[in-house]
């Protein structure tokens, strides 16, 4: 996927990974603004190709009390405005095949979910609109078996696609990040790490998504070395009262450190290369 495909993307040029990061959720406009102003300054100094992400539902909750979203098209106009305001492209998830034609009409990039990306009529539908597709591979899959879901986007007539690692499942309550799945997944399409959603330990008692933050740093550095193109991160400037995956997002304060860190790494790996 040739990353200048994707509507306002800069410094696609830089050698540098790219990022798609934001809130899980759009909580409302000013927690989207505030979290992309910072992240815009950061991205920008540090030559950062940058996509906005945050979902304007949540489908898929634990329980039937927890937080689903503002409002379907309220979201999108958060996320519409946070494109127009900082001149950077969006993504969001969607989840039905009438969300795709929605979500099109706001977003750059439509991703699939990790349950859902064995749904090939979600996956076509998004295909079909000509927006760039990011497919996360399922909890489920191996990464050999995510070919399969990118050819379903190209037998769509749409070569905008990348996949996304986010973790493996290791028993009940827990994932594992397998390195050797991004050079096999890098044969099929352009790849991402899902750095925080890899960290999460689902499932909870309580029915409440636990994670492992402080381990947000090590699986970025290894992303990085191992030569992935992308890093998806989840950030929140408050993740303790976050409204959607609060323990394992990271803390806006420590984003432009490790930025900085990742950046001087990919800088080392491509003179390797």
Known sequence: MNLQNIPQ?????????????????????????????????????????YVFKGSFKKANRSRIDSFSGIGDEKALKILRKVSETFGIPTVTDIHTNEDAAMAAQYVDVLQIPAFLVRQTDLVVAAAQTGRTVNLKKGQFMSPESMKHAVQKVLDSNNENVMVTDRGTMFGYQDMIVDFRGIPTMKQFATTVLDVTHSLQQPNQVAGVTGGRPDMIET???????????????????????????????LDLKYFEGLMENLTAIRKTVNQLK
Not at 13 to 32: Q, T
Not at 220 to 248: L, Q
């Open 9 to 49: 993307i800069k410094n696609t040029d830089s050698g540098n990974f790219f990022l798609l990061s934001g809130p899980c959720a759009i909580e409302g406009e000013e927690m989207a603004l505030k979290i992309a102003e910072k992240i815009v300054s950061v991205t920008d100094r540090l030559q950062i190709p």
């Open 219 to 249: 699986i970025a550095r290894a992303g990085i070395a191992t030569g992935v193109d992308g890093i998806f991160i989840e950030t929140h400037f408050d993740p303790a009262n976050a409204k959607s995956d609060g323990a394992n997002m």
